[in-house]
């Protein structure tokens, strides 16, 4: 790999009082990448997240966005912009993350406006081929959130997301408050604009079934360290460390054997 | 086996729900379903389909103001015609709920042990013996040192571990039927499985009959013998566990499973295309038919009902024809 990271993490390390939330965390992912991040509650994967958006500042260790470092937060509104446009992040709840009050439209043609400097002609246009990238048309464009479900309001996430033309976008437990039949949708809509857009994902989740269909690579998160990384497929396939094995097993299916679960998880602590 | 010739203890039969404001359609709608002593039986559906609704109305819970027609009774008897102290006494001794969320459904400013013992007391168990049945519950739901731990606040308690207390305090009773409602979707996954097998274990120990509330289809093949699927408030299909895998009759079932992301498999889950049907719409045929890559122009204006077909019961006008690839 001689090619530059369009994101990279080294020696990450987050301590709220005396606890290490996050624990000497390295990764790199590269242009058009995407690196899942799994683990369970407590496991520093939400922290990890916020750090590479600028929203905690790391205790120790840095962020490298194109091989720049952005490990302080950004001082100043250029710095916070440049910033803006070089990561996004979608969050879990879409209920939460819109304003009730604006329009979808206009919630997606404010980053236009904050960012570029289009006629506004233009910036209709470029807002409707957004719309149209995510599965949204007139409609939606017109409506507010309240109206929309919880699948159309994710699809208006990523739209603002990608108005900026990011380089990479954080997805923190994106598709975990969806029905199985949506969040499927967007998995796929998800797979369609790193296909077209070439933009990188660094995807949050505690779903490890998730893993294979949205991330190449995958990072395995316990207690604020890293216990097992790796080629998401290669990981899934032959587990290495004892609690990823554990995670695995944990998903139902056919033949599940939640006893057994039981003992191993307990065998670990 | 289980719950084929066992006694039913469970017997919904045609239960439409309607709610007080101007829904279009009723959140339930001619739904009946059976569980027997013993057997655990799944109820899957999405956001909205009535799976909730449906097993709060086995213990008379419907929402505020709604109306109700068509029976449900637990070991005989009707729910909804029940006086509320005979209503008071069914949650206390012969059906009772897990929720999803302990932290939501446990009081934070009471004792552990006042929870579990609180039926029993109002049943008229002396105290001491209310405490000694608590202890043994939370022994048997895996809470280490259960004495202590019934003087301890539920905010001393992780996530998992309020779970096992729900399910001790639901057991507490001697319950014949058990209501699981999405009873780890708040969990980790490690701590699922344990609750889950904390949770089978009991119940398989003690002849339950289990409801089991969830929205993971392959949840509830791990668990279940027998699965109900619902949309928009109605059953769309009905069969074992190992049947509705391998062989699912309802276009509906077959997209949910084709949805659901596999570990092990290259192939990326399929959506859905469309999005459920809300309680402002009121579709005349199908519900389903929209979404639906098999509409026929009947599916439109006809609406199927639950009917037998190869010992599987499914409301599709086409079953008969093979649906998955």
Same mark, same amino acid.
């Given at each position: 790999? +001689?090619?530059?990271?369009?994101?990279?993490?080294?020696?990450?390390?987050?301590?709220?009082?005396?606890?290490?939330?996050?624990?000497?965390?390295?990764?790199?992912?590269?242009?058009?990448?995407?690196?899942?991040?799994?683990?369970?509650?407590?496991?520093?994967?939400?922290?990890?997240?916020?750090?590479?958006?600028?929203?905690?500042?790391?205790?120790?260790?840095?962020?490298?966005?194109?091989?720049?470092?952005?490990?302080?937060?950004?001082?100043?509104?250029?710095?916070?912009?440049?910033?803006?446009?070089?990561?996004?992040?979608?969050?879990?709840?879409?209920?939460?993350?819109?304003?009730?009050?604006?329009?979808?439209?206009?919630?997606?043609?404010?980053?236009?406006?904050?960012?570029?400097?289009?006629?506004?002609?233009?910036?209709?246009?470029?807002?409707?081929?957004?719309?149209?990238?995510?599965?949204?048309?007139?409609?939606?464009?017109?409506?507010?959130?309240?109206?929309?479900?919880?699948?159309?309001?994710?699809?208006?996430?990523?739209?603002?997301?990608?108005?900026?033309?990011?380089?990479?976008?954080?997805?923190?437990?994106? +598709?975990?408050?969806?029905?199985?039949?949506?969040?499927?949708?967007?998995?796929?809509?998800?797979?369609?604009?790193?296909?077209?857009?070439?933009?990188?994902?660094?995807?949050? *989740?505690?779903?490890? *079934?998730?893993?294979?269909?949205?991330?190449?690579?995958?990072?395995?998160?316990?207690?604020?360290?890293?216990?097992?990384?790796?080629?998401?497929?290669?990981?899934?396939?032959?587990?290495?460390?004892?609690?990823?094995?554990?995670?695995?097993? *944990?998903?139902?299916?056919?033949?599940?054997?939640?006893?057994?679960?039981?003992?191993?998880?307990?065998?670990?602590? | 086996?289980?719950?084929?010739?066992?006694?039913?203890?469970?017997?919904?039969?045609?239960?439409?729900?309607?709610?007080? @404001?101007?829904?279009?359609?009723?959140?339930?709608?001619?739904?009946?379903?059976?569980? $027997?002593?013993?057997?655990?039986?799944?109820?899957? !559906?999405?956001?909205?389909?009535?799976? @909730?609704?449906?097993?709060?109305?086995?213990? !008379?819970?419907?929402?505020?103001? $709604?109306?109700?027609?068509?029976?449900?009774?637990?070991? /005989?008897?009707?729910?909804?015609?029940?006086?509320?102290?005979?209503?008071?006494?069914?949650?206390?001794?012969?059906?009772?709920?897990?929720?999803?969320?302990?932290?939501?459904?446990?009081?934070?400013?009471?004792?552990?042990?006042?929870?579990?013992?609180?039926?029993?007391?109002?049943?008229?168990?002396?105290?001491?013996?209310?405490?000694?049945?608590?202890?043994?519950?939370?022994?048997?739901?895996?809470?280490?040192?259960?004495?202590?731990?019934?003087?301890?606040?539920?905010?001393?308690?992780? !996530? !998992?571990?309020?779970?096992?207390?729900?399910?001790?305090?639901?057991?507490?009773?001697?319950?014949?039927?058990?209501?699981?409602?999405?009873?780890?979707?708040?969990?980790?996954?490690?701590?699922?499985?344990?609750?889950? @097998?904390?949770?089978?274990?009991?119940?398989?120990?003690?002849?339950?009959?289990?409801?089991?509330?969830?929205?993971?289809?392959?949840?509830? $093949?791990?668990?279940?013998?027998?699965? =109900?699927?619902? =949309?928009?408030?109605?059953?769309?299909?009905?069969?074992?566990?190992?049947?509705?895998? $391998?062989?699912?009759?309802?276009? =509906?079932?077959?997209?949910?499973?084709?949805?659901?992301?596999?570990?092990? @498999?290259?192939?990326?889950?399929? /959506?859905?295309?469309?999005?459920?049907?809300?309680?402002?719409?009121?579709?005349?045929?199908?519900?389903?038919?929209?979404?639906?890559?098999?509409?026929?122009?009947?599916?439109?204006?006809?609406?199927?009902?639950?009917?037998?077909?190869?010992?599987?019961?499914?409301?599709?006008?086409?079953?008969?024809?093979?649906?998955?690839?």
């Amino acid at each position: 790999m +001689t090619e530059q990271p369009v994101l990279a993490v080294e020696g990450l390390r987050k301590t709220f009082g005396d606890h290490a939330a996050v624990d000497d965390v390295s990764f790199a992912v590269p242009p058009g990448g995407s690196l899942a991040i799994v683990g369970e509650s407590g496991s520093g994967k939400t922290t990890t997240a916020r750090m590479l958006v600028g929203l905690e500042r790391p205790s120790a260790g840095r962020v490298l966005v194109d091989g720049a470092d952005r490990t302080a937060p950004p001082r100043g509104r250029t710095a916070r912009l440049a910033r803006a446009r070089a990561i996004q992040m979608v969050f879990q709840d879409p209920y939460l993350s819109l304003d009730p009050r604006v329009t979808v439209a206009d919630a997606v043609e404010e980053p236009l406006r904050l960012h570029f400097d289009l006629d506004p002609a233009a910036r209709r246009a470029r807002r409707d081929e957004l719309l149209d990238r995510v599965g949204l048309g007139e409609r939606e464009a017109a409506a507010l959130p309240r109206r929309l479900s919880g699948g159309q309001r994710q699809r208006v996430a990523l739209a603002r997301a990608l108005a900026v033309e990011p380089r990479a976008l954080v997805l923190d437990e994106a +598709t975990s408050a969806l029905d199985v039949s949506i969040q499927a949708q967007i998995v796929e809509l998800l797979r369609d604009l790193r296909a077209s857009l070439g933009v990188a994902y660094v995807f949050v *989740s505690h779903d490890l *079934s998730l893993v294979r269909h949205v991330a190449d690579d995958l990072l395995v998160l316990r207690r604020g360290r890293t216990v097992e990384a790796g080629r998401a497929a290669a990981v899934l396939d032959g587990p290495r460390h004892p609690y990823t094995r554990l995670l695995l097993d *944990s998903v139902p299916r056919p033949g599940w054997d939640p006893a057994r679960i039981a003992a191993d998880r307990r065998a670990l602590d | 086996m289980p719950g084929t010739t066992g006694e039913t203890l469970l017997e919904i039969d045609d239960l439409t729900v309607r709610l007080a @404001s101007g829904a279009a359609r009723p959140v339930l709608d001619g739904v009946s379903l059976r569980v $027997a002593r013993g057997e655990s039986v799944g109820l899957v !559906g999405e956001s909205g389909s009535g799976k @909730s609704v449906t097993s709060r109305a086995a213990l !008379g819970l419907l929402p505020a103001g $709604a109306t109700a027609t068509g029976t449900v009774r637990v070991a /005989g008897d009707d729910v909804l015609a029940m006086p509320p102290a005979r209503l008071r006494e069914l949650r206390r001794r012969e059906a009772a709920m897990v929720f999803q969320d302990p932290r939501a459904s446990i009081n934070p400013v009471r004792r552990v042990g006042d929870f579990v013992t609180e039926g029993l007391r109002a049943g008229g168990t002396p105290a001491r013996a209310a405490r000694k049945t608590a202890e043994e519950l939370l022994e048997a739901v895996g809470i280490p040192d259960p004495r202590r731990a019934l003087r301890r606040f539920p905010h001393e308690f992780s !996530g !998992g571990m309020l779970q096992r207390v729900m399910i001790a305090g639901a057991l507490a009773g001697g319950p014949r039927l058990l209501l699981a409602d999405e009873p780890t979707t708040a969990l980790d996954v490690t701590t699922q499985a344990e609750v889950i @097998s904390i949770l089978t274990r009991l119940q398989a120990e003690r002849g339950t009959g289990l409801l089991f509330v969830t929205h993971d289809l392959d949840l509830a $093949a791990a668990v279940c013998d027998r699965i =109900y699927v619902m =949309y928009a408030g109605r059953i769309v299909e009905e069969q074992t566990a190992d049947g509705l895998f $391998a062989r699912p009759r309802h276009p =509906y079932t077959a997209g949910l499973l084709a949805a659901t992301p596999r570990m092990g @498999s290259a192939e990326p889950p399929r /959506g859905v295309p469309g999005r459920p049907v809300s309680l402002a719409e009121n579709p005349e045929g199908c519900a389903f038919a929209a979404r639906c890559r098999l509409a026929a122009p009947e599916c439109a204006a006809e609406r199927p009902t639950l009917r037998p077909v190869d010992g599987v019961s499914v409301a599709c006008l086409r079953a008969e024809e093979p649906i998955h690839d």
